[in-house]
């Protein structure tokens, strides 16, 4: 297998592109040039010279869900990164790895004071291990999403569960509940080195905004500093939000869910720093929905789900960090049937893309998330992209630019499908079967398969195009007439994939299923 990315963002009409989604970073604090970058579905990656090369260190690992990571500060060649399947350790830079503890962890911290001394948390708790990672034991049970120490006392600890926060005072041996913030949401810390004996937190409210609040004395009470009614979340709090004060200043303190909100005045208000899009946003460009902001030193890392950026001249302008990652997380391609060399593909949160020329060079000419495309047989210049829903967009000189076409409301990944006989046609899974034209861009809804809700899957045969498969959910159904009417062939086999039609022979077919209880193809 050779990569063929993207692992740079090239933007044409794309208005919010980006390389992948990092989960979370960790910066040597002592040369900022070496970072870990981890992807939820790419692995780990390091780099040496402040992202100007790349290295992927967990291709060969059981897992590539990375959910957290740590450069020791004892041993910079000693890694350890928090997957869903435990955490691994390396102790030769990432090289080699070892499983040294295997229930989910999603952040590591270090004792400042004794790098030997770690703790890390996940969804069973949180644990600590006093010989470098090699041993775990249990400190606290529940679910934990966020850690920090305090920046000079290791006896301080904090932890935030999911609706909750918990304070140490003995090195994160013995745990006590701490009423602090308002919200029954996720909650995420900040310490700062400015204001060593103050804690930050910041508690959701389900999907939106909780509030801000902030403790003088350790952690020991919280006082709330800021409950605005504005979402500075913009929805998000299910899913990405982070918080960081600057280690310079603890009047600036940045947050964020879906965009970059940014107070100057101790988290009393907060104003829109950095949009999400890529044209507002300008030279402070980090992309979409923010999983991790890391103060080190001076600068502001931040991780989200285009990539990793630093920022520069006092959070003016941000850098782009990420070219050479390879970890965009693909819903769908489409591979040109006379030139394969033209691939167009549905990214989570990185919209659609494809490449042109010989060398699998890749333009970005959708946003949001990018879902089904295919590229024409007849014309690999003709594409068909969507994103979330079903939304329908069509290109004409290989994602130089778009247009919108009218469409329905589908599901997340709506399924698309080229006709294999006639190139101007295209049909789309909604409720209904709609059958489109490429050149006028217009549809109409042709008939309904059998079962509930909408389409998952669509598939043609390519020597008799009268013939089309349907699924929702675990209902198969069969059209001979080109999509006008359906018969239900199969309802009980479990939630149907992907479906396959014999290239010579459309009476033979293959599905994929799954179910709690099975995987399997028929």
């Known amino acids: 297998w050779t990569e063929l990315g993207p692992t740079t963002r090239n933007p044409t009409s794309s208005w919010n592109p980006g390389v992948g989604r990092i989960e979370c970073i960790s910066v040597n604090p002592s040369n900022t040039n070496h970072i870990l970058a981890g992807a939820p579905s790419g692995g780990v990656w390091s780099t040496l010279d402040q992202g100007v090369n790349w290295t992927p260190l967990t291709d060969k690992l059981s897992t590539l869900n990375i959910l957290g990571c740590l450069i020791s500060p004892n041993d910079v060649n000693t890694y350890l990164i928090g997957t869903d399947q435990g955490i691994f350790k390396s102790t030769d830079a990432g090289s080699s790895w070892t499983n040294v503890f295997s229930s989910s962890i999603i952040r590591l911290k270090a004792d400042a004071s004794d790098p030997k001394v770690l703790l890390a948390c996940g969804s069973s708790g949180i644990y600590k291990s006093t010989n470098n990672g090699d041993s775990w034991s249990s400190v606290k049970s529940g679910n934990f999403i966020d850690l920090e120490y305090h920046p000079t006392d ?17 090195g994160g041996q013995t745990w006590s509940q701490i ?17 060593p004996n103050s804690v930050w937190y910041l508690q959701s409210d389900g999907s939106d905004y909780g509030s801000l609040s902030k403790s003088t004395n350790n952690g020991q009470s919280f006082s ?6 504005t979402d500075y979340l913009n929805g998000y709090g299910w899913y990405g939000i982070d918080l960081a004060v600057s280690a310079q200043d603890p009047n600036k303190i940045y947050l964020g869910g879906m965009e970059l909100f940014r107070s100057t005045n101790g988290g009393k208000s907060f104003s829109l720093y950095v949009p999400w899009t890529y044209s507002s946003a300008g030279s402070k460009y980090i992309h979409a929905d923010i999983h991790s902001l890391e103060w080190v030193g001076s600068n502001l890392f931040t991780g989200t ?7 520069q001249n006092s959070e003016a302008t941000f850098k782009n960090l990420s070219n050479g990652l390879n970890v965009r997380q693909f819903y769908k391609i489409g591979v040109g049937r006379n030139n394969p060399n033209v691939v167009v593909g549905g990214a989570q949160d990185n919209g659609t893309a494809s490449t042109y020329g ?4 890749w333009r970005e000419w959708l946003g949001a998330d990018g879902m089904d495309a295919f590229v024409s ?3 690999p210049n003709n594409q068909i992209g969507t994103s979330q829903n079903g939304s329908l967009y069509r290109t004409t000189n290989g994602g130089q630019s778009y247009n919108g076409l009218s469409s329905e409301a589908g599901n997340w990944v709506t399924p698309i499908i080229q006709d294999p006989i006639n190139a101007d046609d295209f049909y789309v899974g909604y409720t209904s079967v709609y059958k489109y034209s490429f050149a006028t ?3 109409v809804a042709l008939g309904t398969p059998g079962g509930s809700g909408k389409c998952y899957e669509l598939a043609i045969s390519e020597t008799n195009a009268s013939i089309i498969f349907a699924s929702k959910g675990s209902t198969l159904s069969k059209s001979t007439n080109g999509g006008t009417s359906w018969t239900s062939v199969t309802t009980s086999l479990g939630t149907i994939n992907t479906i396959s039609i014999h290239p010579d022979d459309p009476n033979l077919s293959l599905i994929h299923i799954s179910e709690p209880t099975r995987l399997g193809m028929i």
């Open 441 to 443: 861009g217009t549809g």
């Open 377 to 379: 047989w007849d014309d």
């Open 305 to 311: 789900d285009g990539g990793i950026s630093i920022s």
């Open 358 to 361: 010989n060398s699998y060079v």
């Open 224 to 229: 709330i500093i800021n409950q605005s009614s």
């Open 179 to 195: 009423v602090a913030g308002a919200g029954s949401g996720y909650g995420r810390i900040a310490v700062s080195p400015a204001e």
């Open 154 to 170: 290791p006896n301080y600890v904090y932890a935030a569960g999911r609706y909750n926060f918990f304070r140490s005072i003995d």
